[in-house]
Structures are given as C-alpha cells and as structure tokens.
C-alpha cells in the first residue's frame, strides 16, 4: 500500500483571491468523506494561517497535512523578499500542526516549489517550441533563489524542500528539468515529479520517474484527457484555460498509464506519499467530490 493524500487544487483552489472558491471547511470535509486521512496545505491563506485554528479545523476533520506549497515568480530579484517572508510563514506552520506519518524513508512534510508567474511562458504551457527560456542570468538568480529558500525549509524548520516541474513555469520541459537537477543537488532539495505535468510538457511520465528516481521524494499523480490536452496544444491556451476546459480529469480515465507508473515504482521499490490533483475551475466544484472519490478507489483497483 501506498500513502495517499490530495489537495484543494482538486476544488480549483489555486489562487485565494478568487471570489469562486468553496469555503475551506467545504474542501477539509469532501476530502475527508471521500476517504484521504491528508491534504496538502494549498495556497497560503486559504486555510486558516493561524496554526492553533489550522490544527483544530485538520483534528476535526481527522485529517494531517503532508506539504505546504510555493507557487509564484521565483525569479525576479523584487519578488524575492516576499517568498522568504512566505517560505517562513508555511514553515512555521507547519512545525505546529498535524503532519502526516511516514511511509518509507521519505518524511513529510515538504515544500513544494513552483516557479509560476511570467505571463508570455504561461501562455505556452506544453508547447515546447514557443515556449521563451530564462537568461542565462535569470537562470542562475532562479536556482539562487531556489536553493536559499530550500535552505530556509530544511535548515531553520526541517521541512524537506522539493521541486515541482510545472506546465506554464519555467522548470516544465526536459531540458528545463535536466538542467535544475544538474544545478541544484540533492542534499539542497529534492524532487516532485508530477504525472500529468509531464505529460502536458510532451513527456513520458514513466520514463522521467525512472530517470529521475533517486531525486524523488514526493509524487504528484494526475490524470489528462488527451482529446482536451491536444485541442488545447493545437489552440495554444494558457494551462489554466485548458484546466477549465476538463484537461485534467479523474484517474484511470484519461492517458496517463498507471498500470505502467505502478509497475515501475515497484521495481525501484520506492515508497512514499503520493498526492492526487485535479486541477479545475472552481465554479465547477460541484464534481470534486465525486472525482477525489473515483481517483482514489481507481488507484487503489491497480494496486496503490
């Protein structure tokens, strides 16, 4: 068996700004009625930010947290202030709730990091050919920025830093993903390899969790409706467009080969926590909770 848990983007929870997000207690109580015992922490301020409240409303719930998440603009030197002064606050937070327990040798919680945020490369999510790629120096200041604030998680709160490839950012393509492994070493963070944005970046998600193994600590598993995925390809839409038009559908219904995925994990005997999402329009909430639902008993039909 295999730890698994999911996360408020599966109730299209991405940005706590947006009016038509479901109230939080609403998204702690699907989650938990559809059968996950952990959530991920989503983005900050969505959940309760005082740890006393967030760790009430997590035992109410009989629910543990297993990750906190940055997902902004990790380049720009001017933006940089506020993701230390964000990477501080997850943290801390974190070092006062309940968190997940261990499955295997890799210890939640973590900090996922995501480079999201410069509008013209969010346009071409999964379009490898349009797609701009960072300056040589803009490059450097991003795994500058990277590797302090993974500093910050492990060596101030011990929350293990790990990287997250993600449609839209500047860390999405192979050579994007081969470049930061290669710049930033393992002892400074780790990776989260997720299975559908590696398919949206054109890639095998089998064959990148084998090259890339040794560097997983945490999996992020998704599903992609592959009629969706190429109209949106063909129409050039920015990722969260395609998001809202279903390219992100519930496991074992879209291309992503879990049977594959499965199969090799087992023969690299990797354990650890693994985290459902499906990312959506938030006025579409009412399908999350049948879907969070359907993709953990499909996971655990192939044997998670």
Request: glycine share 16%; aromatic share 10%; no cysteine.
């Given at each position: 068996m295999y730890s698994i848990a999911n996360a408020p983007c599966?109730?299209?929870?991405d940005d706590p700004k947006n009016p038509f997000l479901p109230p939080w207690e609403t998204v702690?109580?699907?989650?938990?009625?559809?059968?996950?015992?952990?959530?991920?922490?989503?983005?900050w301020g969505y959940l309760p930010s005082d740890a006393t409240a967030l760790a009430r409303a997590l035992d109410h719930h009989g629910l543990s947290l297993v990750a906190g998440t940055l997902f902004d603009d990790l380049v720009s030197e001017s933006h940089f202030g506020m993701m230390v002064e964000l990477t501080h606050a997850i943290c801390a937070n974190l070092q006062k709730v309940p968190i997940a327990q261990p499955d295997g040798p890799k210890t939640p919680p973590w900090l996922v990091i995501i480079d999201f945020g410069d509008a013209e490369r969010a346009r071409c999510a999964g379009q490898s050919a349009r797609a701009k790629r960072l300056p040589e120096a803009d490059w450097q200041r991003m795994v500058k920025h990277i590797s302090e604030l993974s500093r910050i998680a492990w060596r101030e709160y011990g929350v293990r830093p790990v990287i997250h490839p993600h449609a839209g950012g500047f860390i999405e393509f192979g050579d994007e993903i081969d470049r930061i492994a290669q710049a930033i070493p393992a002892a400074t963070a780790g990776l989260c390899l997720d299975t559908g944005h590696l398919y949206y970046a054109g890639l095998d998600p089998v064959q990148w969790l084998r090259k890339y193994a040794d560097r997983i600590d945490y999996l992020h598993f998704k599903d992609v409706n592959k009629t969706v995925y190429e109209a949106a390809i063909a129409g050039q839409q920015d990722f969260f467009s395609a998001c809202a038009a279903g390219v992100m559908c519930p496991l074992g219904t879209g291309d992503v080969d879990y049977p594959g995925v499965k199969a090799l994990l087992e023969e690299l005997n990797w354990r650890g926590w693994i985290t459902i999402e499906q990312e959506r329009d938030p006025r579409d909430v009412a399908g999350s909770l049948h879907d969070v639902t359907a993709s953990l008993h499909y996971l655990r039909s192939v044997g998670f």
């Open positions: 599966s109730w299209g929870v702690l109580a699907e989650a938990r009625e559809a059968g996950y015992h952990s959530i991920e922490l989503g983005p």
